[in-house]
């Protein structure tokens, strides 16, 4: 019988943190992209989503008026170093990407989600919850998109990923991709995440949270659903 190291779970990272199954193991096991009419409205190719939705397999969401359960507070790349956060619960318009960073390590580091209401955030909280009663720290955390019809090093060819970490250390801001977007195609171009260590201002902790801002790109037409998410990291 193989050793539990722990669980990975994807969330919405607004207020309601509502749970984005993985593997097909629940009823809404996507982020949906859309254009500026929301559910349903395409984003035009060239250009970035103005919508992000947490969707089924039929890319439904859960509540479909906006600022329902499902939405996510969006955020567009504007260029290599803005971010237009807008939508539920509320945006704050465009802004550079380091003064999108506003959450603290404290409450990071003992694996307590922030309050999103009313501040700037993410699309995506991570969150790594070690085995048993276990205490670690976490190194060489990193997310990506992929082809799935190929493998986890070929990047998607419909779409265009980009994010940015929203910071967490309370010190610096993640040095590897600092204040910038960062193109997340296949796994040897991740996004890198700051590691959860001493250094970085972390005790050991049971639970581990990240942050991540995403925006697609459509480079084609049609329903673009042939590449997949993936996060890997080490603990120690």
Request: aromatic letters at 12%; glycine letters at 12%.
């Amino acid at each position: 019988m193989g050793k539990n190291f722990g669980t990975i779970r994807f969330r919405n990272a607004r207020a309601s943190g509502q749970l984005i199954s993985q593997l097909g193991s629940g009823t809404y096991d996507y982020l949906g992209f859309f254009g500026t009419g929301g559910y349903q409205s395409a984003v035009e190719i060239g250009s970035y989503q103005d919508t992000t939705i947490v969707v089924d397999s039929g890319g439904t969401p859960q509540f479909t008026p906006f600022g329902g359960l499902s939405y996510c507070t969006n955020n567009k790349f504007i260029d290599t170093t803005h971010v237009r956060i807008s939508g539920a619960p509320k945006g704050v318009g465009t802004v550079l990407i380091t003064k999108a960073n506003k959450f603290s390590a404290l409450n990071l580091a003992a694996g307590k989600a922030p309050d999103f209401i009313n501040r700037p955030s993410g699309t995506l909280l991570i969150q790594y919850t070690a085995s048993g009663v276990a205490k670690v720290n976490t190194f060489n955390a990193k997310l990506y998109a992929y082809n799935k019809n190929l493998t986890i090093v070929d990047g998607p060819t419909d779409v265009t990923l980009v994010g940015f970490e929203i910071n967490a250390s309370g010190k610096a801001f993640n040095l590897a991709h600092s204040g910038v977007w960062h193109a997340m195609q296949g796994r040897d171009n991740a996004l890198l995440f700051l590691d959860h260590s001493s250094t970085n201002g972390y005790r050991s902790a049971h639970t581990h949270l990240w942050v991540a801002s995403l925006s697609c790109k459509a480079n084609s037409v049609g329903i673009l659903n042939d590449w997949n998410i993936a996060f890997s990291m080490q603990f120690a």
